[in-house]
């Protein structure tokens, strides 16, 4: 009678450090021993678990766990060159292969802050890691001690890169479980963004005081207020090409990436038209008398800055009484122009759903309505758009704006 081979032989190595660590030696398919293996366990019972839980798993005998930095090598993980068209990083590919041309899963910039995580955060802690060896107590720890570092959002964004390999190892049958999945991150610590008031808004953006407090620059003010009017972001008011601008609304198609000096995808992957009231309208037209970028200081060739426009807003703040110390208190940036205009035009009653139109997209409805968009489906939109810009230098306009929302000039 034949013998039976047993599914796995167990042997001791004395480590370097005199350690000793029990190894198994498994048989494929076809009864060949395969290469010798760590358990990682320090007593002949412990190495026996482990290769009972692997044997009962089926990867007993399964290709070799590689290490992490084996891993991110063999995946290319999030590598992204920068004059390739397309990723290196397989997970990526898969990714974009499966999302839409026209709402592409990620983009570059984020690829790029997630491989500057890899390499300068995750590689050095548990490179020399094998995948299935990743505890979530390790991860843990791991996070705490970056946590004293870095604000907590910083730190769940080095996460989320962590996560994404550990997830995917496990999709493809790598690891027997995702330790991240017991691992919650952080609520997260970011200072909500302020914004300005009703009465700070109407004094920045009065035009009869462009030279006052805009020191004259018609394309700090301007932009500005483009931004106070239709709570568009920074990177998409740069992004803004002359053949956007229409009569009664402009096309947000895409946003001007810093990093990289191009017109990307914007932060919500849609283009859509955004309703903008006749003042915005002739105002644009008016100061950019060239084709290409309206935001420019070439004369359309390429976009302005985003950081100067910040600063004119900084400025501007100090001309009427917000100083710099009052500013940061209250964390008013370009960016409060977004919640000042979501603030806005909800407290002139204009409907949510329609607010989010412009602001957030957080439901695949508003991306069906921008589809069909119809000028007269935001005509609520454009009339309070245009009466906050009439109230810039109609005493009457301001007048019912702050009476209405219960403010005193």
Known sequence: MARIKAPYNLYPRKLKSGKKVWYYQARDASGKRLPGRSTGESTKGEARNFCDNLL???????????????????????????????????????????????????????????????QTHILPAFGNERLDRVEPAHLEEWLFRLAELYAQKT??????????????????????????????????????RGTVTIIEALKLMDPSEIDRIWKGNRLNYLMNLAAMLTGRREGELLALLKDNLHDDHIDVEASWTIRYHERGLTKTKVKAPIPIPAYLHKALTDFAIWDGYVFSYTKGHTPATGARVADALYDALEKIGVDKDERKRRNIVFHSWRKFANSYLRSRGVPDAKVRLLTLHKTEAMTELYTNWDPEGLRDVSQEQQLLATALSDPLARSTILNENNEVA
């Open 56 to 118: 009962k798993s089926g990867r007993l005998a399964s290709p070799k766990v590689p290490t992490l930095s084996e891993w991110a090598q063999d995946r290319r993980w999030y590598e992204w060159d920068r004059d390739d068209p397309g990723p290196a990083c397989l997970y990526c590919k898969g990714r974009l292969a499966r999302s839409s041309k026209e709402r592409p899963a990620l983009g570059r910039g984020h690829v790029d802050r997630c491989r500057t995580y890899l």
């Open 155 to 192: 730190v769940n964004n080095i996460a989320s890169a962590f996560r994404n390999i550990t997830a995917e190892a496990f999709r493809l049958n790598l690891i027997d479980d995702d330790p991240w999945k017991r691992v919650p991150l952080f609520a997260g610590d970011s200072k909500p």
